[in-house]
């Protein structure tokens, strides 16, 4: 069984700076790519940040050099720095991962989310 925990969230005033961490733990082989979503109040889930395998990253318009997504594979873990945060980045994020449990066998799988909560 994986899991994914985020952790990090929290309360911030605008302009400030918070760091996500996501940690995959269970039977894991191998990370393949990885990403942080968020849900803003009202929306749909949306795509934030993504990291593929080699490094690779590809950011949503909004965070666009705010934010920036890494990973640590010997640690199984994902982060995602957040800086000059706005009132319109409160969401839940999330963590999902693309991971091998084997050689072979590749599932998604999801975090339970970490509220971020931007004050104006």
């Known amino acids: 069984q994986v899991q994914l925990v985020e952790s990090g969230g929290g309360l911030v005033q605008a302009g400030g700076s918070l760091r996500l961490s996501c940690v995959a733990s269970g039977r894991i082989f191998r990370i393949n790519a990885a990403g942080w979503y968020r849900q803003r109040p009202g929306k749909q889930r949306e795509l934030v940040a993504r990291i593929l395998s080699l490094g690779t990253t590809t950011y949503a318009d909004s965070v666009e050099g705010r934010f920036t997504i890494s990973r640590d594979n010997a640690k199984n873990t994902v982060y995602l720095e957040m800086n000059s945060l706005k009132p319109e980045d409160t969401a839940v994020y999330y963590c999902?991962?693309?991971?091998?449990?084997?050689?072979?066998?590749?599932?998604?799988?999801w975090g339970q989310g970490a509220q971020v909560t931007v004050s104006s």
């Open positions: 999902n991962a693309d991971i091998f449990t084997t050689v072979t066998n590749l599932a998604n799988y």
